[in-house]
C-alpha cells in the first residue's frame, strides 16, 4: 500500500475510536495489576506472571500506537474521494456473469459483513483508484475474475 495517508469511512473511524478507548482502558487495568505487585514479594511464578502482564503492557502501546498513528494520518488525508474508489466508498459492480453487488471498501473486517470488502483484499486493492465505468481483474479463491464499476458512491 502506499505510504501517504489514507482515508478512512465514518464507520471505520468510530470502530478505531471504540477500539482505542477500550485498549486504553485494558492497558490502566494491566498497568495497575504491575503497580499492585511491586509491592509483593513472591515466588518465580509470582515474576512469571509479572513479565506477562510487562508484555501484555507493551503489546497493548503499540497497538495504541497504531491506532493513534492511523487515527492522525486520516485526519491530514481527508475525507474518502467520491470520484475514485477508496476506503469508506460503496461500490456497485457487475461481474462477467452478470450479476450485480454493491460493497463497501473498508479497512477491516471486525464484524462478519458481507458488504464489506477490505481495501488490502485482492478485490478491494483491484477497485482501488478505479471509476465507473472501469473494468478491474483480481484473483479470486475460484480463480481469476473481473468487475466493471457500475456506480461509485459514499
Known amino acids: 500500500m502506499s505510504s501517504e495517508p489514507a482515508p478512512i469511512s465514518e464507520a471505520a473511524r468510530q470502530a478505531l475510536e471504540q477500539e482505542l478507548a477500550d485498549l486504553r482502558t485494558e492497558r490502566e487495568t494491566v498497568a495497575a495489576s504491575l503497580r499492585d505487585s511491586d509491592a509483593q514479594v513472591g515466588d518465580q511464578a509470582d515474576a512469571a506472571d509479572e513479565l506477562q502482564r510487562a508484555d501484555a503492557l507493551r503489546r497493548l502501546d503499540d497497538r495504541i500506537s497504531r491506532i493513534t498513528t492511523r487515527l492522525a494520518g486520516a485526519d491530514v488525508a481527508g475525507p474518502p474521494p467520491t470520484d475514485t474508489v477508496g476506503v469508506g466508498s460503496t461500490v456497485t459492480v457487475r461481474f462477467s ?48 475474475r473481473s468487475a466493471v464499476v457500475v456506480s461509485l458512491g459514499r
Open 97 to 144: 456473469d452478470g450479476t450485480t453487488d454493491t460493497v463497501q471498501i473498508g479497512e477491516g473486517a471486525a464484524a462478519l459483513d458481507r458488504t464489506l470488502v477490505t481495501a488490502d483484499s485482492p478485490f478491494g486493492r483491484a477497485l482501488l483508484g478505479h471509476r465507473t465505468g472501469d473494468t478491474v481483474s483480481f484473483r479470486a479463491p475460484e480463480g481469476p
